[in-house]
């Protein structure tokens, strides 16, 4: 058997492995090693495998990791997601659809400070649910909306899986954050246009909250202003070149962690933190070793070369090529989740991409481009059947909601994401402009 042959069928082996709910961990590095072992034996293996973990985790960049996991925890449990709504719901709760509307600024906010989505699906959930259902939203649009703005979590920089594909493909960190900005801001309106268009289609599923006076509004700014200054000063910091990525992950933790404890948290709730961090931490980390393993064997086999290949000499258009691997990743996104599909589908995915011509993008603008298409339809498949793991989160905060009411209100959200994709394909600009003009 070819060694292209061999790396497809492992390749098979590992989304079987998949499909029955082995982790993803384990099933990329029991992969890896069995392919590894068929082409060269145990004793290249066990070299290998003596110093791959320390060549992994040595690497400085990968410290923003549970740095930010840990700003997102106290974030997360810091109480900072209810003065966020408030706020966002005191400016625009009077429109029409205006309660979900804030929901979904608040989500974009609290993403800016977390970097989960499903930590923003969830925190955010419990502030906003209660408030959608006072103001008799509609089951669809109350739990839809939330759903769909938890993907916010990892859309809005800082975002842990963006910095992951900044390492896997050796990008810069903060180009990759400069570049989601844009892109995450245009979800977030996009979200809010999608509510727009829906409540006037269907007035009764999202009335107007009460005009607050401009002195209640000013109030409910007050409790927000320290959180949008660990904003600036985080992402201000990356996007100036004051701080380098990991400088401002542990100046933007400590920042949370101060208004954190100025909000109530306890140091039982901090233990809770550090454990929380320490799990993410864990399971991200034993995850890049899994995808070390099979990137490497993939690597032996030359199947992601010979792919790329065979791709750029088929004459297919590169934005046909681009559109297949978009449905790809629609497809895995039901079953899986986004940092897993980053970690499985690049070292496959990304060479093909950069051997084709789009747009005539050099090297890195190309990477980077691609990298925050993929971001965006990654989260996509947080919220589409039958296994939107947004979607089942919010569930569980509604349980009197059946589960297809919330599948049919992530509707207008999926059509929102639809038309920003192909916005970011064609226009890349949209995407690289930020970093043309602050780098």
Same mark, same amino acid.
């Given at each position: 058997?070819?060694?292209?042959?061999?790396?497809?069928?492992?390749?098979?082996?590992?989304?079987?492995?998949?499909?029955?709910?082995?982790?993803? #961990?384990?099933?990329?590095?029991?992969?890896?090693?069995?392919?590894?072992?068929?082409?060269?034996?145990?004793?290249?293996?066990?070299?290998?495998?003596?110093?791959?973990?320390?060549?992994?985790?040595?690497?400085?960049?990968?410290?923003?990791?549970?740095?930010?996991?840990?700003?997102?925890?106290?974030?997360?449990?810091?109480?900072?997601?209810?003065?966020?709504?408030?706020?966002?719901?005191?400016?625009?709760?009077?429109?029409?659809?205006?309660?979900?509307?804030?929901?979904?600024?608040?989500?974009?906010?609290?993403?800016?400070?977390?970097?989960?989505?499903?930590?923003?699906?969830?925190?955010?959930?419990?502030?906003?649910?209660?408030?959608?259902?006072?103001?008799?939203?509609?089951?669809?649009?109350?739990?839809?909306?939330?759903?769909?703005?938890?993907?916010?979590?990892?859309?809005?920089?800082?975002?842990?899986?963006?910095?992951?594909?900044?390492?896997?493909?050796?990008?810069?960190?903060?180009?990759?954050?400069?570049?989601?900005?844009?892109?995450?801001?245009?979800?977030?309106?996009?979200?809010?246009?999608?509510?727009?268009?829906?409540?006037?289609?269907?007035?009764?599923?999202?009335?107007?909250?009460?005009?607050?006076?401009?002195?209640?509004? +000013?109030?409910?700014?007050?409790?927000?202003?320290?959180?949008?200054?660990?904003?600036?000063?985080?992402?201000?910091?990356?996007?100036?070149?004051?701080?380098?990525?990991?400088?401002?992950?542990?100046?933007?933790?400590?920042?949370?962690?101060?208004?954190?404890?100025?909000?109530? +948290?306890?140091?039982?709730?901090?233990?809770?933190?550090?454990?929380?961090?320490?799990?993410?931490?864990?399971?991200?980390?034993?995850?890049?070793?899994? #995808?070390?393993?099979?990137?490497?064997?993939?690597?032996?086999?030359?199947?992601?070369?010979?792919?790329?290949?065979?791709?750029?000499?088929?004459?297919?258009?590169?934005?046909?090529?681009?559109?297949?691997?978009?449905?790809?990743? +629609?497809?895995?996104?039901?079953?899986?989740?986004?940092?897993?599909?980053?970690?499985?589908?690049?070292?496959?995915?990304?060479?093909?991409?950069?051997?084709?011509?789009?747009?005539?993008?050099?090297?890195?603008?190309?990477?980077?481009?691609?990298?925050?298409?993929?971001?965006?339809?990654?989260?996509?498949?947080?919220?589409?059947?039958?296994?939107?793991?947004?979607?089942?989160?919010?569930?569980?905060?509604?349980?009197?909601?059946?589960?297809?009411?919330?599948?049919?209100?992530?509707?207008?959200?999926?059509?929102?994401?639809?038309?920003?994709?192909?916005?970011?394909?064609?226009?890349?600009?949209?995407?690289?402009? +930020?970093?043309?003009?602050?780098?």
């Amino acid at each position: 058997m070819s060694g292209t042959a061999l790396g497809f069928s492992f390749f098979a082996l590992l989304l079987a492995l998949l499909a029955l709910r082995v982790p993803i #961990a384990i099933a990329m590095l029991g992969t890896g090693i069995a392919g590894y072992v068929t082409m060269t034996g145990w004793g290249p293996l066990l070299n290998y495998l003596k110093t791959a973990a320390y060549a992994r985790y040595s690497v400085y960049d990968l410290s923003v990791v549970p740095l930010f996991l840990l700003m997102g925890q106290f974030a997360s449990r810091g109480g900072l997601s209810k003065g966020l709504f408030d706020a966002a719901n005191a400016l625009i709760g009077h429109f029409r659809g205006g309660v979900a509307m804030a929901a979904i600024g608040a989500c974009a906010g609290f993403g800016a400070i977390c970097g989960s989505s499903l930590a923003t699906a969830a925190t955010m959930g419990q502030v906003a649910l209660p408030e959608l259902r006072r103001f008799n939203y509609s089951p669809a649009l109350a739990t839809g909306t939330l759903a769909a703005g938890g993907t916010l979590g990892i859309l809005i920089p800082p975002s842990v899986v963006l910095a992951i594909y900044a390492i896997l493909t050796q990008q810069n960190i903060a180009a990759m954050f400069m570049a989601a900005f844009v892109p995450g801001v245009l979800a977030a309106l996009g979200y809010m246009l999608a509510i727009a268009v829906y409540v006037r289609l269907y007035p009764q599923s999202g009335p107007a909250g009460p005009r607050l006076a401009w002195a209640e509004r +000013l109030r409910a700014f007050r409790g927000v202003w320290a959180v949008l200054l660990v904003f600036v000063i985080v992402i201000g910091g990356i996007y100036s070149g004051l701080f380098t990525p990991t400088e401002a992950a542990a100046i933007g933790t400590a920042a949370t962690g101060a208004l954190a404890f100025r909000r109530g +948290l306890r140091w039982k709730e901090l233990v809770a933190c550090c454990y929380g961090t320490a799990e993410g931490t864990g399971m991200i980390f034993l995850i890049l070793l899994g #995808a070390d393993v099979l990137n490497v064997f993939l690597a032996l086999t030359q199947m992601p070369a010979e792919l790329a290949t065979w791709v750029s000499q088929s004459g297919m258009a590169p934005l046909l090529v681009l559109f297949a691997v978009i449905v790809i990743y +629609l497809v895995l996104g039901c079953i899986m989740d986004s940092l897993s599909m980053i970690l499985l589908t690049v070292p496959i995915f990304f060479p093909i991409i950069m051997g084709l011509d789009f747009f005539g993008l050099e090297a890195t603008d190309k990477a980077i481009w691609f990298g925050i298409i993929a971001l965006m339809v990654v989260e996509i498949g947080l919220i589409t059947p039958p296994v939107g793991m947004n979607v089942y989160i919010i569930n569980s905060l509604a349980k009197d909601i059946p589960m297809r009411e919330t599948f049919k209100g992530v509707i207008p959200f999926l059509c929102s994401d639809a038309l920003r994709i192909v916005l970011l394909v064609f226009f890349p600009i949209l995407t690289l402009g +930020l970093v043309r003009w602050l780098t």
